[in-house]
């Protein structure tokens, strides 16, 4: 066998001693785990209903530091006003019962998977409707026992949580959601919750939410008092932006097209009836079935919203095109009726005139003939002179744009259709500045986060 064979035969068998020693090293350590952990949590050595002691070992009351991370917010429900969570929740406080030694560093911390193996703070979600860990493929919790005795629980929970609205600026609105947590028994002379220095709340970074936008959180305290003591809680407070693009493309767009629609009734011919009225018609129940579909997807709260405002005013501006055409149609009746009356009054002038010139030829062949003090009343001479005074007697007038303007439509019907094509829109266009620059205002006014 030549050296270097030898070399190689003895570097093979080191490796094979040392890896050896390496995974007894492993496995003596893993015992030594083991030790550690029968040693702190033995029966008789620790009892997990006792709370630990405070501050320096003191009794003042624990101290739970609190930290949360916000996986995900499924949905926020404008009609049952809740909203659901899923968060990875953490508390962290010390334990002088479970001090350990890290043999010189090596043992970082021990790792729990049983909750029930030590003392755990007594918090609960206040405002909780429902909730659920999470069991996929194992509990997602676990608990951290440090060697200085510090504790670290953390666990993965979904919650539905409630969240009371104020819908006065619907759609253009911002609502607080909070996430509030309390100690259920302990009162704070025995325990004590503090937001974790630093971060204590951090958000998932591609948070998408359909029609919300999280603009901040503000973390705080909340604290309560009842006849059983004062208990410590936390709160934190997030504010969700409403998406107002889906509405403009869902609500106001639509709405403004009903209203559009309806204002081409007043360039149709007044003779036109069926039209007329089936387009006012149709574009009021589509309107109205706009207006409750609307309302259904809302809860039926006592004040007006901003969308009741928007949709109430639609609707009356549909409902106003509908009722022209009656006007119209009545004022074009009437004005048939009035040239029908001015027709037979010439006919009557004219048959007057007629018989007064026969009277005339007839007397003329008379030598004696006698002229009237009087002249009849349809004596063309008479109703010339009549017409003549009229005239004199009228006073000179300053010529009105509006009423020359409306003098080029002879009849009444047909000008209030000239007027409301001016009108209405005019009104709309209004309507539409007062209410984007008053509720527009109002929504940075009425922040008060």
Known sequence: MGTGNFFWVIFYFASLCSASLANNAKINFREKEKKVLDQILGAGKYDARIRPSGINGTDGAAVVSVNIFVRSISKIDDVTMEYSVQLTFREQWTDERLKFDDIQGRLKYLTLTEANRVWMPDLFFSNEKEGHFH?????????????????????????????????????LDRQICSLRMASYGWTTNDLVFLWKEGDPVQVVKNLHLPRFTLEKFLTDYCNSKTNTGEYSCLKVDL????????????????????????????????????????????????????????????????????????????????????????????????????????????????????????????????TFAMKPLVRHPGDPLALEKLRQCEVHMQAPKRPNCCKTWLSKFPTRSKRIDVISRITFPLVFALFNLVYWSTYLFREEEDETF
């Open 135 to 171: 069991n996929i493929i194992m509990p997602n919790v676990y608990i951290r026992i440090f060697p200085n005795g510090s504790v670290l629980y953390s666990i993965r929970i979904s919650l539905t949580l409630a969240c009371p609205m104020n819908l006065k600026l619907y759609p």
């Open 239 to 366: 504010l969700f932006k409403r998406e107002f693009s889906y509405y403009l493309i869902q609500i106001y767009i639509p709405c403004c097209m009903l209203v559009i629609v309806s204002w081409v009734s007043f360039w149709l011919d007044q003779g036109a009836v069926p039209a007329r009225v089936s387009l006012g018609v149709t574009t009021l129940l589509t309107m109205a079935t706009q207006t409750s579909g609307i309302n259904a997807s809302l809860p039926p709260v006592s004040y007006t919203k901003a969308i009741d405002v928007w949709t109430g005013v639609c609707l009356t501006f549909v409902f106003g095109a509908l009722l022209e055409f009656a006007l119209v149609n009545y004022a074009s009746r009437s004005d048939m009726h009035k040239e029908n009356m001015k027709k037979k009054r010439r006919d009557l002038e004219q048959a007057s005139i007629d018989a007064a010139s026969d009277l005339l030829d007839t007397d003329s062949n008379a």
